[in-house]
């Protein structure tokens, strides 16, 4: 079993940054590709980031790009989402998720996760 806890969520103005922490722990994950989703009121769940946790390769959806950065601590057992230039519509809860099945162009697709933080509020006003 992997453990996932997020924090660093709240409420931020548009043009703002936030980071988003999820620290992982249990059984050995070094072959992992760790993900961020989000979900916003009335909307499905979207991917918005992954990150292959031996090499630090990473991934991101369209809408993020050049916005947010998603890390790594090894040594902390946490991985991050840098979110800047925040705009009205990243609002959402951000769930940090983890996926045994390693790296490959799955790892966009929710329903490959196995293991899923608590989610976090990011709100983000005008």
């Known amino acids: 079993q992997v453990q996932l806890v997020e924090s660093g969520g709240g409420l931020v103005q548009a043009g703002g940054s936030l980071r988003l922490s999820c620290a992982v722990s249990?059984?050995?994950?070094?072959?992992?590709?760790m993900g961020w989703f989000r979900q916003a009121p009335g909307k499905e769940r979207e991917f918005v980031a992954a990150?292959?946790?031996?090499?630090?390769?990473?991934i991101y959806a369209d809408s993020v790009k050049g916005r947010f950065t998603m890390s790594r601590d090894r040594i902390k057992n946490t991985f991050y989402l840098q979110m800047i230039n925040l705009k009205r519509e990243d609002t959402a809860v951000y769930y940090c998720a983890a996926d045994d099945a390693g790296w490959g162009p799955w790892v966009k697709n929710d329903y490959r996760y196995d293991y899923w933080g608590q989610g976090t509020q990011v709100t983000v006003s005008s």
């Open positions: 990150l292959k946790w031996s090499r630090g390769d990473t």
């Open positions: 249990g059984r050995s994950f070094s072959d992992y590709a």
